[in-house]
């Protein structure tokens, strides 16, 4: 670590009248009004499930608490990654904060991938679209909002990681960095294809065993593409080309990041319980 990190405040800015950073006091505001709005379509949802229409849907049989608790525990250790990442480039550590950013990103895109497979089974197994039910009118837009702030993260994060990686004094950097743009791309659709492909084998096949052949027989060439771009980004794109211009002087914009994320992280806390674990209460 290098000695101007310890001249380097991460919490507090003196020359802000606030003494807080600008960067991470907009952030706060930002998420203050998200708030409201997610108050609003969860106080939405709730006050429908208190009087649901007569004939409507029954959520105990559409939904599926196994793959949403299971989504649910991969976002909340996507939030300890963040905070690893968080803490990695306060103390100077580009490459510690690097791999838990990457981290943070692939379980973003496992969380996007069960949503994306729980979305597509409700509507063509249950019959719940947006249209014909109240319940799946607030239960996408509730869920559907949140899932597009994940996804808007996952693409900030890979910004992020892709710019950690820029050297001053390398005059190709616009280019290599646009490959690395391209092999991040390819590697989180890949895992999104991967992780879609895994889920609907363990609901269809009767044995975990015959789930886990199913899987592999049927998303090799996609296992292996994957593989190949996660290969390419920690051992090609990740080699040192000099010094970077990516160190603890930049920890307050990981750190809104964090800030972003965990907020994420905890309305979807909220709407699992509210949505989901309300329903099997007595």
């Known amino acids: 670590m290098s000695s101007h990190a310890a001249t380097i405040d991460h919490h507090h800015d003196p020359s802000t009248s606030t003494g807080i950073p600008n960067k991470k006091l907009l952030m706060w505001t930002f998420l203050a009004s998200d708030c409201m709005f997610f108050g609003a379509l969860i106080s939405t949802h709730l006050i429908y499930r208190l009087h649901p229409p007569a004939g409507g849907l029954d959520p105990k049989v559409v939904f599926s608490p196994e793959l949403t608790s299971f989504s649910t525990f991969i976002l909340l250790m996507s939030s300890l990654m963040m905070a690893l990442a968080v803490t990695a480039i306060q103390k100077g550590n580009v490459k510690s904060c690097r791999w838990s950013l990457l981290t943070t990103i692939f379980f973003g895109m496992i969380f996007l991938g069960c ?28 869920t559907g909002t949140h899932g597009c702030h994940v996804a808007i993260g996952v693409l900030w994060l890979g910004l992020m ?29 890949g895992s999104l294809k991967v992780t879609l492909g895994l889920v609907h084998a363990l609901q269809v096949e009767p044995t975990f065993g015959a789930a886990v052949g199913a899987f592999f027989t049927h998303e090799f060439i996609y296992i292996a593409i994957t593989l190949v771009a996660y290969g390419l980004l920690a051992f090609y794109f990740a080699r040192p080309r000099g010094t970077v211009q990516f160190n603890e002087a930049n920890a307050i914009d990981v750190e809104s990041m964090g800030l972003y994320w965990h907020f994420v992280d905890i309305v979807w806390i909220i709407i699992f319980t509210a949505v989901y674990l309300l329903e099997y209460l007595p």
Do not use: C, P
């Not at 063509?124 to 947006?130: H, Q």
């Not at 950690?164 to 950097?173: E, G, L, M």
């Open 115 to 142: 949503q994306v497979y729980e979305f597509d089974h409700f509507v063509k197994d249950k019959n719940m679209t947006l249209s014909n039910s109240l319940l799946g009118t607030t239960f996408y837009t509730l």
């Open 161 to 189: 990681y892709v710019r950690s990686f820029k050297v001053a004094s390398d005059k190709s950097w616009f280019g290599q960095q646009l490959l690395h743009v391209v092999a991040l791309l390819i590697a989180l659709l």
